[in-house]
C-alpha cells in the first residue's frame, strides 16, 4: 500500500485525503494544529457516509488508513507528499524548505494551489524535477478531473508517477501548461471577483447574480455559490496572486472579498459567506 502525506487539512486536504483512503492509499494527514486534524477526520467520515447515502455507491471509507498529526514527523515515508496549505507565497515556500529536509530524497511534491505557478514552488525545492502541479476540484471525492502541471524543470518520471497516482484515484488528468491560475483559474477567478463586484457596487444582490448564472446560462451554480463552496479568503488569496503576478488591473481585487475575508465570512467552511449555511 502506498504512503501518501497530505499537508494542509483544510477544504482541499480533507477531501484528497478522503479519495485517497478510498482508493487503496495509506494516508498521513498533517496541520498545523491538533483540533483541524480532528475536524478533517470527523468530516472525512460524515461525507464519505452521507456519498454512499445519496449514491448508493458501495465505496468504503476506512479511517484506520488515515493517520492525522500535528508537523512533519513520519513524512519520510510518504512516497507522494501532496501539499494543500494556505495560497500564501510566503506559507507555501517556507514550508517546501522544511519539505525537503523531511521527506525521502525520491518523494514527489505535488502542489495544490489555486494559481501559485509551479515553476516557483518547485525553486523553494533542492528537487524541482520531483515537483508537480495538480489543481484538484472541490470537492475531490467527487470531482472527475484534474489539471497537471508540469513545472520547467519536473521530470518525465515525476509525471508518469503522478498521473499514475492521480488515475489510480480515479481521475482524469488534464495537463496543461504551467502559468499563474492555470487554465480554470485564470478564467474562474475573473468570473467570480466580477461578480462580487456586482454586489458591491449595488448592480444585484448575490441570489440574483447566481440566479442569472443558473436560470439563464444553465450552469448549476452561481459564481458567489462557487465562492463560498471555494472558500471566499482562498478566492481573495487566489486574486490577488494573479494581480501580483501579472501585474495586470483586471484582476484587482475586489474590497469585498476583503472585508468578508476579515470578517471571517469565509463561506461554507465558517457558516456564512454570500449565504448563511445551518450546519
Ligand atoms: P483552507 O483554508 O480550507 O485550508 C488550508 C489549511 O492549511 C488550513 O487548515 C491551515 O491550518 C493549513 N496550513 C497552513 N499552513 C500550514 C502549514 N505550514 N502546515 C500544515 N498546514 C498548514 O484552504 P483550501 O481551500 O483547502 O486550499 C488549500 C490549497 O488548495 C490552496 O493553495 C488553494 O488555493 C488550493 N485549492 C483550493 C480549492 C478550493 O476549492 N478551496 C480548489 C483547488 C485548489
Known amino acids: 500500500m502506498s504512503v501518501v502525506g497530505v499537508v494542509g487539512a483544510g477544504v482541499m486536504g480533507t477531501g484528497v485525503a478522503q479519495n485517497l483512503a478510498q482508493t487503496g492509499h495509506r494516508v498521513i494527514l498533517v496541520d498545523v494544529d491538533q483540533a483541524t486534524v480532528d475536524r478533517a477526520l470527523w468530516q472525512m467520515e460524515r461525507d464519505a457516509r452521507l456519498s454512499r447515502m445519496l449514491s448508493g455507491s458501495a465505496v468504503e471509507f476506512d479511517a ?51 494559481a501559485i505557478p509551479i515553476t516557483r514552488i518547485a525553486a523553494a525545492t533542492r528537487r524541482p524535477e520531483q515537483v508537480i502541479g495538480v489543481h484538484f476540484m472541490n470537492p475531490v471525492p467527487m470531482k472527475p478531473a484534474v489539471e497537471l502541471i508540469p513545472g520547467v524543470h519536473t521530470s518525465p518520471e515525476t509525471v508518469t508517477r503522478t498521473t499514475a497516482l492521480l488515475e489510480a484515484m480515479g481521475k482524469k488528468v488534464i495537463p496543461v501548461r504551467d502559468s499563474c491560475g492555470f487554465v ?21 444582490d448575490a441570489e440574483t447574480v447566481d440566479e442569472v448564472f443558473r436560470s439563464c446560462f444553465g450552469h448549476p451554480m452561481g459564481p458567489l455559490e462557487t465562492a463560498d463552496l471555494i472558500g471566499v479568503d482562498t478566492i481573495l488569496h487566489s486574486v490577488v496572486v494573479l494581480y501580483e503576478h501579472y501585474a495586470d488591473s483586471k484582476y484587482r481585487p475586489c474590497p469585498l472579498l476583503r472585508e468578508m475575508t476579515d470578517a471571517g465570512l469565509h463561506g461554507r467552511k465558517t457558516g456564512r459567506g454570500f449565504y448563511t449555511y445551518a450546519d
Not at 507522494?80 to 521527506?103: F, G
Not at 480554470?184 to 444585484?204: D, F
Open 184 to 204: 480554470s483559474n485564470r478564467v474562474l477567478m475573473l468570473t467570480v471577483n466580477e461578480a462580487a463586484y456586482l454586489v458591491y457596487e449595488g448592480v444585484a
Open 64 to 114: 484506520s488508513v488515515v493517520a492525522g498529526q500535528v508537523g512533519l514527523k513520519g513524512l519520510a515515508e510518504a512516497d507522494v507528499v501532496v501539499e494543500n496549505i494556505t495560497e500564501n507565497w510566503d506559507l507555501k515556500r517556507a514550508l517546501y524548505a522544511e519539505l525537503d529536509e523531511a521527506c525521502a530524497p525520491e518523494a514527489i511534491f505535488v502542489a495544490n494551489t489555486s
